[in-house]
Structure formats: structure tokens, C-alpha cells
Nanobody, 121 residues
Framework: QVQLVESGGGLVQPGGSLLLSCTASGTIFSVNGMGWYRQVPGKQREVVAGIISGGITNYVDAVKGRFTISSDNAKKQVYLQMNSLKPEDTAVYYC???????????????WGQGTQVTVSS
């Protein structure tokens, strides 16, 4: 069974930076897409950034120019470098990976448990 564990969240002042990391454990045959979502209590989870094969990335408009997503498929890791943080970035951040665990098996989304990011002075 594949599990994802996030780390790097915490409390930071406006204008500060954080690096979120997400590491997968378990048997993964192939990965086709990784990314980050965030959720504020009472609101729907929203996509923040994604990365697919070839290093193609996409970002929600609110974080473009401030956040950078990267990945290391060999290490089964995905990262989110967050700079120039704003109070409105406060949320629980979840990583995901779109994986196959066997050659002939189905693709499935796997989610982490979330890490809290709080931007406040």
C-alpha cells in the first residue's frame, strides 16, 4: 500500500518562506503526476500546483511567481517551495501522486495526511 507523508509546514511571518516535502513509501511501479492541494476550514480543497512527466508544471493564479513545485521521481518525492507567503496562503496543504503499483494495475490517486501552514505576524 502506498502512503504519502508531508513535512515542512509551520508558522511563518508574511513575506517568509517554507519548503514542503512529500515522500511516498510502498511499492510504486510508475508515477504520472504529482502535486499539492490546500484546504481552508469551511472551503473546498483547491489545487495549488501540479507537475507531470517531462517536468511540465501548472499553478493556480494566486501562487504564480511565488511558489515552485519540483519532484524527484527516483526518490518518490515532490516539493513545494513557497516564497513571499501571504496570510491568505494559510491552509492545510496536501500532496498527491497519481500512481500505478503494478504493471497491469489501475492508476490511482494517493493523498497525504496534510500539513498545516500558517502565515501570520
Amino acid at each position: 500500500q502506498v502512503q504519502l507523508v508531508e513535512s515542512g509546514g509551520g508558522l511563518v511571518q508574511p513575506g517568509g518562506s517554507l519548503l514542503l516535502s512529500c515522500t511516498a513509501s510502498g511499492t510504486i511501479f510508475s508515477v504520472n503526476g504529482m502535486g499539492w492541494y490546500r484546504q481552508v476550514p469551511g472551503k473546498q480543497r483547491e489545487v495549488v500546483a501540479g507537475i507531470i512527466s517531462g517536468g511540465i508544471t501548472n499553478y493556480v493564479d494566486a501562487v504564480k511567481g511565488r511558489f515552485t513545485i519540483s519532484s524527484d521521481n527516483a526518490k518518490k518525492q515532490v516539493y513545494l517551495q513557497m516564497n513571499s507567503l501571504k496570510p491568505e496562503d494559510t491552509a492545510v496543504y496536501y500532496c498527491y501522486m497519481f500512481v500505478k503499483t503494478t504493471y497491469g494495475g489501475p492508476w490511482a490517486n494517493v493523498w497525504g495526511q496534510g500539513t498545516q501552514v500558517t502565515v501570520s505576524s
